[in-house]
């Protein structure tokens, strides 16, 4: 079965970190860009960042850029994404997601998202 | 970035019924780089549709997409109970991509 399982979620006050990741079976990861997408409660949907086949370019939305990091492990057939300074806004469900083919596509893949909630 | 609008924000349907949601966008969209994603409550996202009118395999042909530029539909022909569902639209012509806010399709 081709899934994507997400991990690493949780409760962190204002200001924290968390590194949440992402595991690929079914399929070779390490052929298409990588995403991170995530979703506030009770909205819509929102691209995070993604990452290039071999590492080599990461792209970011303007809101985490400078505070989150995505890299990869083609050996574990994995994503992460390192979230530092967290704020109470980047509360949100997030999903992992397979690009079909291009740096910016339709998403063909998802995990099942991993709960990330900022509080104090 | 390209704001993506879609209408209406709920639709109130019966089984059986024709849906037609919009979305449209702030500026053209690339080579019609839109697509289409059902999600169901406490599910992820799934793609239906990709380059505005490319049916994901598996979806029912009840389902289709159109449009071009700057407005987009998706229609689903004869509503059945599994649809009813919140849809998004996506651009991906444009960096960074972007969603629409979803058209929830509730049942009348």
Redesign the interface.
């Known amino acids: 079965e081709v899934k994507l399982v997400e991990s690493g979620g949780g409760l962190v006050q204002p200001g924290g970190s968390l590194r949440l990741s992402c595991v690929g079976s079914g399929f070779s990861l390490s052929a298409y860009w990588m995403s991170w997408v995530r979703q506030a409660p009770g909205k819509g949907l929102e691209w995070v960042a993604n990452i290039k086949q071999d590492g080599s370019e990461e792209n970011y939305v303007d809101s985490v850029r400078g505070r989150f990091t995505i890299s990869r492990d083609n050996t574990r057939n994995s994503v992460y994404l390192q979230m530092n300074t967290l704020r109470v806004e980047d509360t949100a469900v997030y999903y992992c997601a397979k690009n079909q083919l291009l740096i910016h596509d339709a998403f063909n893949l998802w995990g099942q998202g991993t709960v990330v909630t900022v509080s104090s | 970035e390209i704001v993506l609008t879609q209408s209406p924000g709920t639709l109130s349907l019966s089984p059986g019924e024709r849906a037609t949601l919009s979305c449209r966008a702030s500026q053209s969209v690339r080579a019609n780089?839109i697509?289409w994603?059902q999600q169901k409550p406490g599910?992820?996202?799934?793609?239906l549709f990709?380059?505005a009118s490319y049916r994901?395999t598996g979806i029912p042909d009840r389902f289709s997409g159109s449009g071009s530029g700057t407005d987009f539909t998706l229609t689903i022909t004869r509503l059945e109970p599994e649809d009813f569902a919140v849809y998004?639209c996506?651009q991906?012509?444009?960096?960074?991509?972007?969603?629409?806010?979803?058209t929830e399709v509730e049942l009348k």
């Open positions: 780089h697509a994603y599910l992820a996202p799934r793609l990709f380059g994901v998004y996506q991906y012509g444009d960096s960074p991509p972007t969603f629409g806010q979803g």
